[in-house]
């Protein structure tokens, strides 16, 4: 015997960011309204409504993105009767099994994330190690060098070191900036209960 239990998630949210100029996206859109800024609509606050069916029945972003959100806990009982050398034997046991799910609706609602810096560096550190194995192998064979540092391979680390460098200070920016627009926007948009259109609060 199986029983589950679905237990909503609450979704911590970071401090909220600088306000935004709103937008609406149509229901047709598969990307975030946060992702399209190239269709923009503005709505005054005091009457907001639906830009496509003019519904007052909107739901905010945020709080349908969290019901979306389900912790599930299902508890087994096991009970068997099980024949042996000794003669019948009953078997009890029980297991609890833990998991997560999120709705499809609440994917596509998701909050814009910030970039990894773990990420970076994990990639980073794989890409370099497997390129300039490579370059010193290939170095080490064509040249006939057992020389550890050669000029291929310091101008490769070069190139390796400069390209890390701008990389990281492109996460700087997404994560000081974009990041606080894109979840500024998240915030303050609102979802149609009626066509599904997404709106984002002037």
Not at 45 to 54: G, T, V, Y
Not at 102 to 110: N, Y
Not at 129 to 152: D, E, R
Not at 190 to 195: A, D, M, V
């Amino acid at each position: 015997m199986t029983s589950q239990t679905r237990r909503p998630l609450q979704h911590r949210r970071p401090k909220s960011p600088d306000q935004e100029p709103t937008m609406a996206a149509t229901e047709g859109n598969v990307l975030p309204v946060w992702a399209q800024p190239a269709q923009l609509r503005f709505v005054s606050s005091p009457d907001l409504r639906c830009p496509n069916c003019n519904s007052t029945d909107l739901k905010k972003v945020s709080l349908a993105y969290q019901e979306g959100l389900f912790h599930v806990v299902a508890h087994t009982r096991l009970r068997a009767v099980v024949l042996g050398g000794s003669g019948p034997d009953l078997v009890i046991g029980k297991a609890t099994t833990r998991g997560f799910h999120q709705s499809v609706l609440s994917k596509k609602l998701s909050p814009p994330v910030k970039w990894s810096y773990r990420k970076l560096v994990l990639w980073w550190v794989v890409l370099f190690l497997s390129a300039g194995w490579i370059i010193f192998y290939i170095n080490a064979v064509t040249g006939n060098s057992s020389a550890v540092l050669s000029p291929p391979l310091i101008l490769f680390s070069l190139l390796s070191a400069a390209t890390f460098l701008l990389l990281l200070v492109l996460f700087w920016r997404h994560n000081k900036f974009a990041y606080k627009r894109r979840y500024s926007r998240w915030e303050r948009s609102f979802l149609c209960q009626r066509c599904g259109t997404l709106t984002e609060r002037e």
